[in-house]
């Protein structure tokens, strides 16, 4: 027979038996009238050889598209009318198992490929369920979703918050050159600046800043690191630019609080908080009410005269005492809003304001661009108390997030590889003077001795700086035409500047003890002046030239300590503070983009 080529394990599957109990319907009822039904062929044709073999072939190629679609979900374990998997429900204990009385349509069904159809309708509706209380997410294959569909991605396929939004900015250095950067919407000016470093090839030592400029307006503050820049840059005017600039003060006051706040200056409205070793806390916590009081020279609005009122800055915003001192809530007028403006510090008040002093602050609605008649000009009557107002405005409105951008990039620096080399960074208690003439070092407790080592290690750069030509010719590197050119090269030094230009550098990159530059002397052709800032002061010192032994020597104290040349001078006063007021720490630096 043609059964004989199947074998055993074939003939007892539960398939194959069903297959031959239950004959299809298809099979049963042929379509159309007058054809015979498959019984009447079995027994017309029990002998006939064929007819069976077609029957059996037919159930086979059923079988076999049942297993297939079957084979993704369980090699063994057959399919129920729901299309689940019956591995869940016991097998009977018998040859067969039991199978309850269903009707002959239903189990037509189970030998039929229907259930396949069945199977992947019921994972197309589990997949529409779980993807239902997702998020919308756009398909990045959308020709697998439909035959109609286009085997690329069209350009409105994505919606239009997946394309990064980027701007041009245009950055100016402080000798007028300038660079176009690409930027991302979201790039705040820490970044910006930390772009700015890498193509310049800068140190980045967290004192970068990013500056709005407007000259129109006289005005001029330095971005929180956290702002966005094209934010900020939606504010401006098309005369206003932003400025790659060196600011050292831009979190001193966090360092040396108390020099930036003067007791007289700095109230609460609890007494109880009022002790000022909780000075940044009461700033920085949002529950405290900190006040900056004191009198500031006031420009009224519409109206070229200054007026000198009793001012006092809150979290809700300035307000001026319309009696005297008094601030009870009806002597109080609201002069400018924290919420939805910013403090600039002017550059030119006096000529452009008429302003009484040079010290004067502005507070510019975001709203405002080249209106002047808007803005709430204010004048200290000296740089000190101008910090103070300045600093207080933005810790009263920014609280926290100063903190925070204070203290990432210490975190950053705290996380460095160790093979890293760190920037120095010392502090004046943190050097000693040592003796390394024996074999080990000790450190020199005696002032006497220590300062006798400085004056001879002074003498042995000057012996190394005549051993630099043996033969004594007039060449390049004569040490007379060496000691008057190699300072130029340094960043420190600013050539050809005037008095007032040193002092506007030194306040424009903060005014922090040790902040300094060196330029040519005014009145003395063949001299240099040091300019250092101490305790927010600007000083000069003149470094006159001298003579010794055929040798040109420089000299900031009379000739008592002698240099070869500006590069060594630097180098001492950086380690020993000598006749300064304090140690050389901070150069102004001006690096073109």
Known sequence: MALAGCPDSFLHHPYYQDKVEQTPRSQQDPAG???PTQS???????????????????????????????????????????????????????????????????????????????????????????????????????????????????PGSLPPSQAAAKQDVKVFSEDGTSKVVEILADMTARD????????????DDNSWTLVEHHPHLGLER?????????????????????????????????????????????TWCQQSNGSQSQLLQNFLNSSSCPEIQGFLHVKELGKKSWKKLYVCLRRSGLYCSTKGTSKEPRHLQLLA??????????????????APTDHGLCIKPNKVRNEAKELRLLCAEDEQTRTCWMTAFRLLKYGMLLYQNYRIPQQRKALLSPFSTPVRSVSENSLVAMDFSGQTGRVIENPAEAQSAALEEGHAWRKRSTRMNILGSQSPLHPSTLSTVIHRTQHWFHGRISREESHRIIKQQGLVDGLFLLRDSQSNPKAFVLTLCHHQKIKNFQILPCEDDGQTFF??????????????????????????????KHHCIRVAL
């Open 192 to 203: 910006l600046c930390q772009l700015l470093v890498y193509k310049s090839h800068c140190v």
């Open 555 to 584: 000299s900031l104290d009379d000739g008592n300590t002698k240099f070869s040349d500006l590069i060594q001078l630097v180098d001492f006063y950086q380690l020993n503070k000598g006749v300064l007021p304090c140690k050389l």
């Open 337 to 354: 809003d924290l919420e939805d403006s910013n403090i600039f510090s002017l550059i030119a008040g006096r000529k452009q304001y008429s």
């Open 40 to 154: 009447d062929r079995l027994a017309h044709h029990q002998e006939d050889d064929v007819d069976l073999e077609a029957l059996v072939n037919d159930m086979n190629a059923s079988l076999e598209s049942l297993y297939s679609a079957c084979s993704m979900q369980s090699d063994t374990v057959p399919l129920l009318q729901n299309g689940q998997h019956a591995r869940s429900q016991p097998r009977a204990s018998g040859p067969r198992s039991v199978q309850p009385q269903v009707s002959p349509r239903q189990r037509v069904q189970r030998s039929q490929p229907v259930h396949i159809l069945a199977v992947r309708r019921l994972q197309e509706e589990d997949q529409q369920f779980r993807t239902s209380s997702l998020p919308a997410i756009p398909n990045p294959f959308p020709e697998l979703c439909g035959p109609g569909s286009p085997p690329v991605l069209t």
């Open 222 to 266: 330095c971005l929180e690191d956290h702002e966005l820049v094209v934010q900020v840059e939606s504010t401006m005017a098309s005369e206003s630019k932003f400025l790659f600039r060196k600011n050292y003060a831009k979190y001193e006051f966090f360092k040396n609080p108390m020099n930036f706040f003067p007791e007289q200056m700095v």
């Open 33 to 35: 009238p007058g054809l």
